[in-house]
Nanobody
Framework: QVQLVESGGGLVQAGGSLRLSCATS????????MGWFRQAPGKEREFVAT????????SYADSVKGRFTISRDSAKNTVYLQMNSLKPEDTAVYYC??????????WGQGTLVTVSS
């Protein structure tokens, strides 16, 4: 059973930076990719960024390109999201996601990011 634990959320002023972490535990050898999604109040959950575990290929939502960077530390089974030039519209609960090669995807519990104007 794989578990994901996010950390690093908080309150930051517009233009500031935060780094989110997502630590995995359990059987992670089946991981295809890991990513970040977010859900703002009253809105649906949306894709932010993803990275393939073996090769490290990255993809980003247009809204965060050039500002956010996803990375992974395979030795620590951890994925990160460096968020720079934060905007109030980035305010959301950020969820870590693990997509396995087989089986069901796994979600973390979420971490709140609040960007004040």
């Amino acid at each position: 059973q794989v578990q994901l634990v996010e950390s690093g959320g908080g309150l930051v002023q517009a233009g500031g930076s935060l780094r989110l972490s997502c630590a995995t535990s359990g059987r992670t050898f089946n991981t295809y990719s890991m990513g970040w999604f977010r859900q703002a109040p009253g809105k649906e959950r949306e894709f932010v960024a993803t990275i393939t575990w073996s090769v490290g290929s990255r993809s980003y939502a247009d809204s965060v390109k050039g500002r956010f960077t996803i990375s992974r530390d395979s030795a620590k089974n951890t994925v990160y999201l460096q968020m720079n030039s934060l905007k109030p519209e980035d305010t959301a609960v950020y969820y870590c996601n693990l997509s396995p090669r087989t089986g069901l995807e796994v979600w973390g519990q979420g971490t709140l990011v609040t960007v004040s104007s």
